[in-house]
């Protein structure tokens, strides 16, 4: 099914120009505390990790390891908010972390630039964005396999990154997203061969000097522990509806804890962040407090989201035809998405500027 590519005039909950400005603000202080503090978590738990397998028993190692691959996944939610470039106020420092966190994390900044852009764009009408489709089950058995150990993780990072670099797409939308665009298309597949490169230079440089926990903290560490952000990240739009053009009817905020808010990049509050896809995650709280009575109550903690999200996946088992749709404010319930859409979205995850060395270039 092609691509439409037509525009969507979506709802948004009024925030007055003045709110909008001081929110847009980007801080190079406030970036690099969020994102040097990230990072510091995981080289403070990385680097109990060595020692531990150095001085201490064999399961303190294993617990200290499931705290570190517990940490390391939520380097995807910093790679996304440096993907929309709305961390630091100098461009540049976007890139470079954004080079870092996309190396450390196993991820592709050039195809899930071009995939997100699309998501803000026609968050879930299809075809126009087809990185979250609807309906998706997900239960707790999906947190249980591969929350621990993800045995299947290095053979998708090799083959999914081998396959790239030689040239293949991956189904429809990344045909689609590349196949009219030869130069993000080399971008892309020079990516996959830093990946490749690069976490195999770590492993063999783990091999050489007999401290093999190295590769295990780095370039392994995407592969354990990750059931945490998983059921996290999972609670965005899973058992919401498709083909609106209100935010609050196709995307959930979830109510958590300061230290998850944190690792999470302030994502929970996700219903805001698409409405106002430029407004820096560090401000995300004061955008939820403007508007949130214009907003559904959001659930409380990650508890109180997945039995919500079962919920409506038990009646919707039940009755295929159920749609769950949240209680919004009176008057304030937008109508489904039409054929003829106008108007643009709000500001989209921004390009990054090629530069001479084509694995640094994001997307």
Known sequence: MAATGKAIKWYRSPVSKADMAMLNQK???KGALWTLGFLGILATTGTAVVLSSLYLP???????????????????????????????????LNHYFLWIYSFLGHHNPIGFWASHTEHHKYTLNPPDDMEEVLPRKVYLFDFLHGGIVNW????????????TAVGFL?????????????????????WAILLLVGHGAIIAASCWFHLYILAVVITCAPWYGGMLQSMVNNTQ??????????????????????????????????????MYAAVPCYNLGKLHRLIRDDLPTPPKG??????????????????????????LPAKKVAEPAVEALATT???EPAPVEATADPTLVAT
């Open 58 to 92: 064999w399961y303190v190692t294993v617990a200290l390891l499931f705290v570190h691959g517990t940490c390391w996944p939520f380097l995807v939610n910093g790679f996304h908010e440096l993907i929309h470039e709305s961390v630091f106020k100098t461009r540049r």
């Open 302 to 327: 990650i508890y109180g989201a997945w039995k919500l999200i079962w919920g409506i996946q038990a009646k919707q088992k039940a009755d295929p035809t159920y749609v769950y749709i949240p209680e």
């Open 152 to 163: 299947n993780g290095p053979g998708w990072f090799l083959t999914g990154n081998l396959r």
């Open 237 to 274: 739009h899973v058992g919401m509806q498709d083909k609106v053009t209100d935010f609050r009817l196709n995307t959930r905020s979830i109510d958590v804890n300061p230290l998850l808010r944190f690792l999470y990049w302030n994502m929970n509050y996700h219903v805001e962040h698409h």
């Open 170 to 190: 991956d189904g429809p939308w990344m045909t689609h997203l590349f196949k009219d665009n030869p130069v993000k298309y080399r971008q892309l597949r020079a």
């Open 345 to 347: 979205p709000a500001a």
């Open 27 to 29: 801080s190079d202080l």
